[in-house]
């Protein structure tokens, strides 16, 4: 089955500055990949899909980046605040009708 | 969220009393979802649905069942509740033929057995 790798240690940086989180995956490249983010007692919220056939995906100060060579997608937050504290969370969807969620990371923005 | 509703919000039962949580959507969606997240395990599917009475298993369907009699609501219910079944439940749904916007989740159930 499909495992999906988030680094599992908080990523503490000071505000201003890139914050850049990574999903790894095994088997089967996705046909797409998912981004959330969730903070304490809330849903997740989603943020951005990127497709398979997409190298490079952007939203305001969020870049997501799909390499399914190395089966791995990086998510980046530019000009870091701390209201961008929360835990995200990469999902893989292989295109049928249920998505696989990775563990997530807590992103610390200290001002 | 937009158009989705969970209740409880929160609630404690005791080992082996059955237990329904509800999901409520107002806008009409085939699929929706059930997911529970649990520390060192993120989110992991319960159950899902892709219409009225079509339901399937996810990764962790065992000592959970499902109903979906109308579009707008989805039931799990734990039909003698565990301790291991201690967790937080979210609902999901998604917006069919529109995967760009991912899926919308619930504020969640937080659900205690003792």
């Known amino acids: 089955s499909q495992k999906i790798e988030q680094n599992s240690e908080a990523l503490n940086i000071q505000e201003g500055k890139t914050a850049t989180l990574t999903c790894n995956y095994t088997n089967y490249s996705p046909a797409y990949l998912q981004w959330y983010r969730q903070d304490p007692g809330r849903g997740p919220v989603f943020l951005l899909l990127i497709r398979e056939n997409e190298k490079e995906k952007r939203k305001e100060r969020l870049k997501v980046t799909f390499d399914t060579t190395l089966k791995q997608s990086l998510f980046h937050i530019t000009a870091s605040q701390p209201a961008d504290s929360a835990t995200y969370l990469c999902?893989?969807?292989?295109?049928?009708?249920?998505?696989?969620f990775g563990k997530g990371t807590m992103l610390l923005v200290s001002p | 969220d937009a158009g989705i509703t969970q209740s409880p919000r929160h609630k404690v039962t005791e080992t082996g009393t059955p237990v329904t949580l509800r999901c409520h959507q107002t806008e009409n969606h085939r699929y929706m979802y059930w997911y529970r997240q649990d520390p060192g395990h993120g989110l992991r599917l319960i159950h899902y649905s892709y219409g009225v009475k079509d339901t399937d298993k996810g990764e962790v369907s065992d000592g959970y069942s499902v109903s979906r009699s109308k579009t707008e609501d989805f039931l799990l219910t734990l039909e003698s509740a565990t301790s291991s079944q201690t967790s937080v439940y979210f609902c999901?749904?998604?917006?069919?033929?529109?995967?760009?916007?991912?899926?919308?989740f619930g504020s969640g159930t937080r659900l205690t057995v003792v």
């Open positions: 999901a749904i998604r917006r069919e033929g529109d995967r760009a916007s991912g899926y919308t």
């Open positions: 999902a893989l969807d292989m295109g049928y009708s249920t998505l696989t």
